[in-house]
């Protein structure tokens, strides 16, 4: 049986799952406990699923209804492990990342945690302030990203996993369920420093800053409009 598990939630992700999970392999290569990776296919209409099996994961798991929380759920739900690390499918981990993630979710004093984001391309100034402004609000306040997440399974199953609610910002809600878990069993919430998770800078070539000033100022003003995944376009919408 694996000692851990990897879940890539993944929709419409053919033009880049295989480089993540070609990544992701070589990561888990140089860890000394053994894990599985799994990806998601989360109703996609490409080859997303096709390309999950040609390129090494171990398993394929469905989940109809186009949610990034329930796709994490659903990844989480297909195996028994009691570690569990969650990369989205256009984001590669360092091994040394992924190391640490292991060793605290072992250590008996970290429920979970995340990591500090970098893009993987040039992007516009309002998205790079998004990147830096984000990286300095989960250093200080202990908050994950959901490009990389990793939780211990009795943590992640007690406080419900992450929250099928809302289509954006289940992160975050996790984060904070996650801690206060914690801080009721003796454990922390670390997020790493030392070594950035590399993800996709896309985004700033398919949106302008006006999408995203309009989008933070929909969360911003209509807090629960982020249980709508109408109101959550950027994060569901591919360009055409």
């Given at each position: 049986m694996p000692d851990y598990a990897v879940i890539i939630p993944a929709y419409n992700e053919e033009a880049l799952l295989a480089g993540t999970i070609a990544a992701t392999r070589a990561a888990m290569a140089e860890m000394s406990s053994t894990?599985?990776?799994?990806?998601?296919?989360?109703?996609s209409t490409d080859a997303t699923a096709e390309i999950a099996e040609e390129c090494g994961a171990d398993?394929?798991?469905?989940?109809?209804?186009?949610?990034i929380a329930r796709a994490r759920n659903a990844g989480a739900a297909a195996t028994d492990v009691e570690l569990l690390v969650f990369i989205d499918a256009d984001t590669q981990v360092p091994a040394a990342?992924?190391?640490?993630?292991?060793d605290d979710l072992v250590s008996g004093e970290w429920v979970g945690g995340g990591a500090l984001v970098t893009a993987d391309q040039p992007v516009s100034k309002m998205v790079?302030?998004?990147?830096?402004?984000?990286?300095?609000?989960?250093?200080?306040?202990?908050?994950?990203?959901?490009?990389?997440?990793y939780a211990r399974r009795d943590g992640f199953d007690a406080v419900g996993g992450f929250d099928e609610a809302v289509y954006a910002g289940?992160?975050?809600?996790?984060?904070?369920?996650?801690?206060k878990w914690g801080k009721k069993h003796g454990l922390g919430f670390r997020v790493?420093?030392?070594?950035?998770?590399?993800t996709s800078g896309r985004k700033s070539?398919?949106?302008?800053?006006w999408d995203f000033?309009?989008?933070?100022?929909?969360?911003?003003?209509?807090?629960?409009?982020?249980r709508s995944r109408r109101l959550c376009s950027m994060w569901y919408k591919r360009p055409s």
């Open positions: 894990g599985e990776l799994i990806v998601v296919d989360n109703n398993r394929v798991v469905f989940e109809p209804h186009n949610q990342v992924l190391r640490q993630a292991l790079g302030w998004l990147i830096r402004t984000w990286n300095t609000v989960a250093e200080k306040f202990g908050y994950a990203a959901g490009s990389f997440f289940e992160e975050v809600w996790l984060a904070k369920r996650l801690k790493i420093v030392d070594h950035e998770v590399v070539d398919w949106f302008t800053d000033v309009r989008q933070l100022g929909i969360f911003f003003l209509f807090p629960w409009a982020t």
